[in-house]
């Protein structure tokens, strides 16, 4: 398996535009993760998925973010408009089945919003 | 609420030499802690997992051990090498049968060879 894959790996974008990062978790992997990583609050739980399904979104900044799974195979997390404190690392991750098994993350989007 | 703290944030070592990075929680009513390790600029690396029940998990040079009634973890890391130079990072469940991880600011280790 390749790994969980992220796209895109760099995205700059200004301020008020829409924003989409993609995510293919490992197949068969029940648990998706989106996590958001900078200096300041380090690595966040936004929201995460179980078998497509959203479990808890409370880390989910507001209303302004939005994550939808629509297929075992594919996740988005949206961000719409985007704001310059918005800019950071976005990953995701996901493990194979309940009681935290191992997480495999991708690699990242990094994202600027200038 | 779960809080996770990591000490040192930075260390540097000589090549060859032992070290031991520590990190600590608030709630102990977790059924695993993982060990991750995440490279400039790449994404994380799980390492170890430690379920409750264990009081210690081996991979190769890495020894985790976990003391829950203390709320604490170590990661032994024997014979460091220039390679083993990233930042380590640990993450416990924020209590209870749930898969939402707690990450703690991790320790950015410099091996110097």
């Known amino acids: 398996d390749a790994g969980v894959i992220q796209s895109p790996r760099h995205e700059v974008t200004e301020m008020g535009q829409e924003v989409t990062l993609r995510c293919k978790p490992i197949s068969g992997h029940d648990y998706l993760f989106w996590y958001r990583q900078t200096m300041m609050r380090g690595l966040e739980l936004l929201i995460y998925?179980?078998?497509?399904?959203?479990?808890?979104d409370s880390g989910m900044p507001e209303d302004r973010f939005s994550a939808k799974m629509p297929n075992a195979s594919f996740s988005t997390l949206k961000i719409q408009p985007s704001e310059p404190r918005d800019s950071a690392v976005y990953f995701c991750?996901?493990?194979?089945?309940?009681?935290?098994?191992?997480?495999?993350f991708g690699s990242g989007t990094q994202l600027s919003v200038l | 609420k779960q809080e996770v703290t990591q000490i040192p944030a930075a260390l540097s070592v000589p090549e060859g030499e032992n070290l031991v990075l520590n990190c600590s929680f608030t709630d102990s009513a977790i059924y695993n802690l993982q060990w991750f390790r995440q490279d400039p600029g790449k994404g994380l690396t799980s390492l170890l997992l430690i379920q409750s029940s264990q009081r210690e998990q081996t991979s190769g040079r890495l020894n985790a051990s976990l003391d829950k009634s203390s709320g604490r973890s170590t990661l032994y890391i024997a014979a460091s090498q220039p390679g083993d130079s990233a930042t380590y990072l640990c993450a416990a469940p924020e209590g209870g049968a749930t898969n939402k991880l707690i990450f703690g600011t991790g320790t950015l280790l410099a091996v110097q060879p």
């Open positions: 998925f179980n078998n497509n399904v959203p479990i808890d």
């Open positions: 991750a996901s493990s194979e089945g309940a009681n935290n098994e191992k997480l495999f």
